[in-house]
Nanobody
């Protein structure tokens, strides 16, 4: 059974940092394009960052220079380092794996508030 499990969310003050992790089981991530998406209340789910199987990255304009996506195929994980967090980054963050199939995790809540 394929599973993506996100972790690392929580409450952080503006300007703070969080590191999200996505651990895969039942599959090898090496051939997948991996992505982080987020959805705030009342909004559509939006792309935050993606990393291809070869390591190429793409970021939403709103997070460029603040967020970094990385992958560790040996550990079957994908991470999202989030720095200089803003209140508008508050959302549920979802991990996605896309190749021949498309898989989603259940999400982890990130709240940026003082």
């Amino acid at each position: 059974q394929v599973q993506l499990v996100e972790s690392g969310g929580g409450l952080v003050q503006p300007g703070g940092s969080l590191r999200l992790s996505c651990a895969a089981s039942g599959m090898s991530l090496s051939m997948y394009t991996m992505g982080w998406y987020r959805q705030a209340p009342g909004n559509l789910r939006e792309l935050v960052a993606v990393i291809s199987s070869s390591g190429g990255t793409t970021y939403a304009d709103s997070v460029k220079g603040r967020f970094t996506i990385s992958r560790d195929n040996a550990k079957n994980t994908v991470n999202l380092q989030m720095n200089s967090l803003k209140s508008e980054d508050t959302a549920v963050y979802y991990c996605n794996a896309a190749w021949r199939m498309n898989y989603w995790g259940r999400g982890t809540q990130v709240t940026v508030s003082s």
